[in-house]
């Protein structure tokens, strides 16, 4: 009997982001990314989504180390969260450590953690893992697919990936290794990203993304151009910088993480910009518009972002005009297609010229599509697989492509967030649950709370009806009020009537609680409340949030 293996997933299993899991041999446990999730539309106020690390909190002491498999937010993001309680190396590329390194610095957690780089292709024990690190091409540079040589077989993780033959740095998915491995000891299990797994077809290379760029720098000579990006996705910024130097324009970044990230990418030899391409936001007005390319965040529409601002004519270095190109060279993450639309829309009415991915092929997924999918499952043949990395619809379409591409359909398991597999001699199951709801973060407050959320909705939606009254303890008479306030319920000026009706109603229902009895001050808000809530509800069909202030004198 070999020992077992189990893997815990606490998110990314059943959403787009804050992906993680954790790996257990020998009462050992080793995180592969710790990421974050940006909020959805209906989540209020919120900032972020991370995990629950209720389990890793209990389980503290056997936590040996976090792998990250690449650099973006959504799984290197959580970890300056889960640092601030837990202390452990983490293992990556350099450069991804280096994206990660920036957030835990801010949070003053570097002392919690060691940054350890690994190279592609390195083999390595962390702790009683075996793991080998694979390269795979994706939208930032030096991800790693993870292969766990363990008691219990091999398990392969593809981490975000795509099928990319002519990647602007060279630096191509290792099909070829993860063949080897399939060839030399089999693939008991294969995790993989099932973000595109209902994209028909094949993604993109990204060099395609370089030529549409180059025709558009072309098309557009003469005008000063602005391109939006994600700040991490280098080789993008690599094709911008080249065609602009190629039309004899200087280059200028805007935003933090895109200065940042650009620094850092040329000091790891990753970017390549020469020094007299580069000149400083604050100096573009020395150069004629047409000589000028700036290259900037903001392509999802984030609300502080250096584009946003541009569009909203608050950004202090750029004022977009009749003489500009703006060029999204992205795709909405779903759920921004809003904000960008009406960054889009601001920009237009300030005359700007604009181009997007509904315009023009000015963007390539990083994610493999089915094609791709097909051939990587063909290729590493496994004998059981669970897809990650999807929502719900994502990871059922990924199933039934590893069912098309043979694999038993009772071994394709379609987990979720906090399902816990073993495996062990007998095969794979779902072997328990751990907790791992969504961890809300609001500004710098921790945890807020289901309750918190419920209740912002119900200001969003229905109002709030604030009722304020003074009752004498001896004999129940009222002092002062009942006063009824109202925000969003509905319009003050003109609803008098049914505040002064809301205030007898209340007035009436005070009384008869002191007909009998001396209510405790609980039961006096009870009494307030209800007596409006019904009223409200009544009156109008609606649910506002009602908050008695009841005052005893
Ligand atoms: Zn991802
Ligand atoms: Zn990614």
Redesign the pocket.
């Known amino acids: 009997m070999a020992a077992p293996v189990t893997i815990t997933f606490l998110g990314g299993l059943g959403e787009i982001g804050r992906n993680c899991m954790v790996l257990e041999q020998d009462e050992k446990l080793l995180l592969l990314d710790c990421g974050l999730m940006f909020p959805e539309l209906e989540m209020l106020g919120i900032d972020l989504v991370l995990p629950d690390f209720t389990w890793l909190r209990e389980n503290a002491d056997r936590v040996i180390g976090c792998i990250a498999t690449?650099g973006?937010e959504?799984?290197v993001g959580a970890l300056s969260y889960l640092l601030r309680e837990l202390s452990f190396p983490i293992y990556g590329s350099a450069f991804t450590l280096g994206l990660a390194r920036n957030r835990i610095e801010e949070a003053g957690l570097l002392g919690k953690t060691d940054l350890i780089p690994v190279a592609d292709g390195e083999r390595r024990m962390i702790g009683p893992f075996d793991v080998e690190f694979i390269p795979v091409t994706?939208?930032?540079p030096h991800?790693f697919a993870t292969a766990f040589h363990t008691p219990q077989g091999v398990i392969m993780h593809t981490?975000?990936w795509k099928l990319d033959l002519t990647p602007v740095d060279g630096r191509l998915t290792d099909l070829a290794r993860m063949g080897a491995i399939a060839y030399e000891s089999g693939v008991r299990l294969l995790m993989g990203d099932s973000t595109n797994a209902d994209s028909h077809g094949h993604s993109r290379s990204e060099k395609s993304v370089g030529a549409v760029l180059y025709d558009l720098f072309h098309e557009h000579e003469g005008r000063r151009i602005v391109i939006a990006c994600f700040a991490s996705h280098i080789h993008r910024v690599q094709q911008i910088a080249d065609a602009a130097i190629g039309f004899g324009r200087k280059v200028a970044t805007i935003g933090m993480s895109m200065k940042k990230n650009v620094r850092l990418a040329r000091e790891m030899g990753l970017l390549n910009i020469p020094d007299s391409a580069l000149i400083d936001i604050e100096d573009i007005g020395d150069h004629p518009d047409g000589n000028v390319c700036v290259i900037s965040t903001g392509s999802q529409g984030e609300p502080m972002s250096a584009l946003t601002r541009m569009a909203n004519r608050e950004n202090r270095w750029l004022e977009i005009g009749e003489g500009d190109t703006v060029i999204l060279s992205s795709h909405p993450i779903p759920g921004n297609e809003m904000s960008v639309t009406k960054v889009i829309d601001g920009l237009v009415r300030l005359g700007a010229k604009v181009v997007h991915s509904g315009l023009e092929d000015v963007h390539a997924t990083?994610?493999a599509k089915q094609e791709e999918i097909k051939t990587l499952l063909s290729v590493v043949e496994p004998q059981w697989f669970v897809p990650v990395h999807g929502e719900y619809r994502h990871l059922v379409h990924h199933a039934e492509l590893a069912q098309i591409m043979g694999v038993a359909p009772e071994r394709t398991l379609v987990c979720e967030d906090g399902d816990q597999i073993t495996i062990d001699d007998d095969g794979i199951r779902i072997s328990g649950q751990v907790p791992a709801g969504y961890l809300f973060v609001d500004g710098i407050v921790g945890d807020v709370g289901q309750g918190v959320l419920r209740d912002r909705r119900v200001l969003a939606e229905e109002g709030v009806v604030v009722v304020v009254v003074t009752v004498s303890t001896a004999d129940g008479a009222i002092l002062t009020g009942p006063e009824v306030i109202t925000r969003g319920w509905v319009y003050a000026p003109e609803a008098e009537e049914l505040l002064d009706e809301c205030a007898a109603v209340v007035t009436q229902a005070l009384k008869e609680a002191f007909a009998d009895t001396t209510p405790d001050h609980e039961a006096l808000q009870r009494v307030v409340r209800r007596a409006a809530g019904r009223f409200v509800s009544d009156r109008t069909r609606r649910k506002p949030m009602i908050v008695p202030v009841v005052m005893e004198a």
């Open positions: 690449h973006h959504d799984h994706h939208s930032v991800g981490g975000d990083g994610h």
